[in-house]
């Protein structure tokens, strides 16, 4: 029995062991299992029990060769961590040199830095400097650029353009920067600077200079004038560089103007020329010269003022006058000779007078533009060339006429002549009198002061009555040609006096005469001498030498021009002759008078009713038509 | 360059004729300056106007020359119609001995310039017409029959003053056009302008070449 509860536990135990549940168990029983062979499950149990302590040092072998195991592991891992340990000495040996690495290159960036900000403030001053020395340029000197643009350009250049006047204008800039300079201290500088600058400068107005003067014809040239103007206006400040220049273009235009009007004498093309048409008429042919240099003259006018539109510093007026005087006065010579030519070629008064005339209208005329010129000289010279010939030629020609002595005809009447002078005068002062009443006045006093001498050295040869008739009659026809012209009051005033003493003169002549056709000079003696007798006893003014006398008058009064002189008869202007006879008619009334009241006076003892008209019948009846001749006397 | 002095294509001289006092320089004036000339006095021998219009797309200059209408200065202005491309005759409507002498200067006209020579009839003064002296019919029969041109204009008002001047400008375009008138010519009023180095400068060069006093004489 004792055996029996013994199993009876082992089995429970086994039994009681919950085999599959405990894994370490199963391990330890896997485990175990490898310790027995096969034939081990078929030991006897003696057998089994004898091999119990096999077990034990079979496990205890296994156990020991596990801490074998174990230590061998542990070994290794010792020798891992030995070797992790110097692996982490290595490495923080290597920390430690590169925190001394990094404090070093710390220090070095901020030397770094600090040189940097050394360096920024450096560049920021260069910087400053940098600028000062581009403003100094800017000032100071022209660019590279600038000098090229000026090195570049030359007198061939087609045209000088926008950048060259701007250089040139920074050339003066920069002077005036000088200036100042100059005036704030830097005198080394400023007078280098200013002889640099100077050179430039000259450089660049010699450029224009040439330019231009090599370029100034073709100022009608659109694309040029514009240039043309400015580059005049710069050469102001070189006023002779400027005169140059004008004088090329001057001599240029001068050449070209005499060549269009020898052209235009000659005629270009399929036109008449001036001389062709000219050779009828030399009045024409002067006038059309003269026409043509005068309107040749807007042209030239308007091509100056575009060449000197910009030129501000000098007297535009007086400018474009000097050289359009010294253009027009290229025709001076051809012109000069074929007036001079026309002028003395021995043209008719009329002729000569119409020349004379426009000569003095264009001498105005061009005095008006050009006041200082040859041209004008020269017309001056030939107006007075002209002047002087026309004068001489109409003197002469009026002397020639009246020159030689011609006695009147029988009739007493004017000489051809007169007339033909007269009509001759009436020509010129037809041209003459409107434009120029003074001229006019000259030629009448040049031609009637001669004709009017003339007359009175032919009268003077004449008989007392004869005379008087014949100055009346010639003095008589110049005045009445000029009285229709309004100017001549002076001149026909003398004339008028001239004729009115002959008329006086001739009054007297014919009442002498009247009276010694009547014999009534004696009585007219014997009224005056005042005697104490009767008059009727004195002889000569008895009743019957009355008688007489009251039938001579009695046949005057019948016909009045019975009793005229006969040269009054030569009178051609009854006007004249009318009062010649009513002066002549007063007197004879006046004597009348005169016997009348001597007869009527008892006291000289006549008959009554021997003078039966009283005086003043007679004098109505003589004079009854004088209405005129009255108003004319007082 | 596009509006440069010389733009301009050519230049036709024009006269003016016409009697004393029809308002010749009232014209010339009102289309050069565009203004009335009141109290204008009267002109000594000559004057000159100029102006530059547009005809077909060419600037054209025009050289006006005024004349004095006074007889006295007829020996001195007849020197003027030479060489004009243009006439223009004018007359007043209100004063009817004007326009009778207008044959007088027609044949002067005709005499003194050349064929082309465009000749144009204004009658002038037509704002007053209540003073009107000559019909517009009875010139218009007048210039037709003697080939004219004819306008009545103001040069008070400015009216037909512009017209009168281009038209006449234009017809002497056509005849260059239409190759009747000859530019080479001297005398035919009209100049042609070269465009830039043309044959104008040529020919300038060929004068100097020439010496001028050698021909002088």
């Known amino acids: ?634 | 360059m596009s509006s440069g002095p010389y733009n301009y294509s050519y230049i036709f001289k024009y006269i003016i004729i016409g009697d004393m006092g029809v308002g010749k320089s009232c014209l010339l004036h009102q289309f050069t300056e565009k203004k009335f000339m009141a109290d204008c006095p009267h002109t000594i021998g000559v004057e000159f106007g100029t102006r530059i219009i547009e005809v077909s797309g060419q600037k054209i200059k025009l050289q006006i020359w005024d004349t004095a209408g006074q007889e006295r200065f007829r020996a001195v202005t007849r020197s003027y119609y030479r060489g004009a491309a243009g006439a223009l005759i004018i007359y007043d409507i209100t004063r009817r001995s004007t326009y009778n002498h207008l044959s007088s200067w027609l044949t002067d006209a005709r005499n003194l310039t050349n064929p082309n020579t465009v000749i144009f009839l204004i009658g002038n003064k037509s704002d007053l017409d209540a003073q009107r002296d000559v019909t517009y019919d009875e010139a218009k029969k007048f210039a037709d029959e003697n080939g004219l041109k004819f306008v009545e204009a103001s040069a008070k008002t400015g009216e037909n003053v512009e017209e009168a001047f281009l038209e006449t400008a234009k017809k002497i375009y056509e005849s260059i056009q239409d190759g009747s008138l000859d530019l080479n010519a001297a005398e035919s009023g009209v100049q042609k302008k070269p465009t830039a180095n043309g044959a104008r400068t040529l020919s300038s060069e060929n004068a100097e070449g020439r010496n001028p006093s050698s021909c002088s004489c």
């Open chain 1, 1 to 634: 029995m004792s055996l029996e509860p013994d199993l009876q536990t082992a089995v429970n135990g086994i039994s009681n062991l919950r085999i599959t549940t405990d894994q370490k168990l199963l391990d330890g029983l896997s485990q175990l299992s490898n310790c027995a062979s096969k034939e081990d499950l078929h030991l006897s149990p003696i057998s089994r029990k004898k091999r119990r302590p096999d077990l034990k040092t079979l496990i205890e072998n296994q156990q020991i060769l596990y801490y074998k195991q174990f230590l061998g592991s542990i070994t290794e891992i010792r020798d891992g961590v030995e070797h992790l340990h110097s692996n982490l000495s290595d490495l923080n040996e290597i920390c430690e040199s590169m925190s001394t690495n990094l404090r070093a290159s710390k220090q070095s960036s901020r030397n770094l830095i600090d040189e940097i900000s050394k360096l920024e403030s450096e560049r920021k001053k260069l910087m400053v400097e940098k600028n000062l020395a581009q403003a100094y340029l800017n000032a100071f000197q022209l660019s590279g650029e600038d000098l090229k643009i000026l090195r570049t350009t030359d007198s061939s250049t087609a045209i000088l353009n926008e950048d060259f006047f701007k250089v040139f204008e920074r050339i003066q800039q920069i002077q005036t920067n000088v200036a100042i300079l100059l005036k704030v201290g830097h005198q080394a500088t400023a007078v280098e600077i200013m002889d640099q600058m100077g050179l430039l400068h000259e450089t660049a107005l010699e450029k224009i200079y040439r330019w231009a003067q090599s370029r100034v014809k073709h100022v009608e040239n659109p694309e040029l004038s514009d240039v043309l103007a400015k580059s005049l206006s710069y050469l102001q400040i070189r006023p002779m560089l400027l005169k140059y220049v004008l004088d090329e273009y001057c001599t240029h235009r001068r050449s070209l103007f005499v060549r269009s009007y020898i052209d235009a004498l000659t005629g270009a093309g399929n036109i008449k020329g001036i001389e062709l048409i000219g050779g009828a008429d030399p009045a024409r042919y002067i006038g059309d010269m003269l026409a043509f240099i005068h309107q040749s003259i807007p042209n030239e006018k308007e091509n100056l003022t575009i060449l000197l539109k910009h030129c501000n510093k000098i007297d535009l007026n007086d400018k474009i006058v000097t050289c359009m005087s010294t253009i027009m006065d290229g025709v001076c010579r051809p012109l000069n000779v074929r007036l001079e030519q026309t002028i003395l070629s021995g043209l008719d008064c009329p002729v000569m007078n119409k020349i004379d005339m426009c000569i003095k209208f264009y001498v105005e005329t061009i005095e008006q533009i050009l006041p200082v010129s040859n041209l004008l000289a020269t017309l001056t010279e030939l107006y007075s060339l002209c002047h002087q010939t026309f004068i001489n030629q109409l003197r002469c020609q009026v002397q020639a006429e009246v020159g030689e002595y011609r006695p009147p005809g029988p009739d007493l009447t004017p000489s051809p002549i007169i007339q033909a002078l007269l009509s001759l005068l009436g020509d010129l002062l037809k041209d003459t009198l409107p434009s120029s009443p003074e001229q006019a006045e000259i030629l009448i006093q040049l031609v009637t002061s001669p004709v009017v001498s003339q007359i009175n050295d032919v009268a003077n040869r004449l008989g007392s009555p004869d005379m008087g008739v014949y100055l009346c009659n010639c003095l008589n026809q110049i005045n009445i040609f000029l009285e229709i012209y309004p100017i001549t009051k002076t001149i026909s005033n003398t004339l008028k006096s001239q004729i009115d003493s002959q008329m006086d003169r001739l009054s007297s002549e014919q009442s002498s005469w009247l009276i010694a056709q009547l014999g009534i000079s004696h009585m007219y003696t014997i009224l005056n001498d005042k005697v104490e007798t009767p008059l009727s006893t004195v002889p000569g003014m008895d009743s019957a030498s009355l008688k007489i006398f009251v039938n001579k008058l009695d046949s005057v009064i019948n016909d009045p021009e019975s009793v005229l002189l006969p040269q009054i008869y030569h009178l051609s202007d009854t006007g004249t002759r009318k009062y010649v006879q009513q002066q002549s008619f007063r007197i004879l009334a006046a004597i009348y008078r005169k016997v009348y009241e001597a007869v009527i006076n008892p006291k000289n003892g006549y008959p009554s009713e021997i003078l039966k008209m009283d005086p003043k019948t007679l004098e109505d009846s003589l004079c009854s038509d004088t209405t005129e001749v009255d108003t004319k006397d007082t």
